[in-house]
């Protein structure tokens, strides 16, 4: 069974540019969450998709936005980047109602 | 209220000791403990996981303690290997939804 698969797995962009991330879960799991992970502030919860909805959302400015597609797949965006945003966005897939998550390998971003 | 707090931030041991790594929650409503490991370039691994029912948890040379009156949790990796060198991650999340909340993570180096 594959794993959570995110694409892709570096980029590089420039300040005021905006990003789209990819993450496709574990085949059958219909929740996905998005988390950064920066040496300063650890890991970090942005939001979390359920059916096509986010269910929760962390505390992240608007910048920061995603979306969950029919087939579970789930893409996050972030616009007019900052030099802080640079960091390892990490997906986690779980199945509905069942709390154990797991990660994908993760996206470096790095915003120069 | 929402944090999770970690320590210590590094460990080092001798093959064959035991790392023990705890963490403390405040928010009562938690009720589900996963620990995380994560090797680097990778993304976190889901090792265990406890519910606040249980006071103690075994997965092969893994260990989870519960103190729910004292709201902490700790992580205790017998037999150590240098493979078992890592950064571990402890967490915490609500029943609904899949908000995980962080510790700030504790990097393990067994020697061998």
């Known amino acids: 069974k594959a794993g959570v698969t995110q694409t892709p797995r570096y980029l590089i962009k420039t300040r005021g540019q905006q990003v789209t991330l990819s993450c496709s879960p574990i085949?059958?799991?219909?929740?996905v969450s998005w988390y950064q992970q920066t040496p300063g502030q650890g890991l970090q919860f942005l939001f979390e998709?359920?059916?096509?909805?986010?269910?929760n959302k962390g505390n992240f400015p608007g910048r920061f936005s995603g979306r969950q597609f029919s087939n579970s797949r789930s893409e996050m965006n972030v616009s007019t980047l900052e030099l802080g945003d640079s960091a390892l966005y990490l997906c986690a897939s779980s199945l509905a109602g069942i709390l154990e998550a797991f990660f994908g390998q993760g996206t470096r971003l790095t915003v120069v | 209220q929402q944090q999770v707090k970690q320590s210590p931030q590094s460990l080092i041991v001798q093959k064959g000791g035991i790392p023990i790594i705890n963490c403390a929650y405040e928010n009562t409503a938690f009720d589900y403990f996963p620990w995380y490991q994560q090797f680097p370039g990778k993304g976190p691994a889901l090792l265990i996981a406890?519910?606040?029912?249980?006071s103690e948890k075994k997965e092969g040379r893994f260990t989870i303690s519960f103190n729910k009156s004292a709201k902490q949790f700790s992580l205790h990796i017998m037999d150590s290997q240098p493979g078992d060198s890592a950064t571990y991650f402890c967490?915490?999340?609500?029943?609904?939804?899949?908000?995980?909340?962080f510790g700030g993570g504790t990097r393990v180096l067994v020697k061998p």
């Open positions: 406890i519910r606040p029912d249980v």
């Open positions: 998709y359920f059916s096509e909805t986010q269910r």
């Open positions: 967490a915490a999340s609500k029943a609904a939804g899949n908000k995980l909340t």
């Open positions: 085949s059958g799991h219909r929740s």
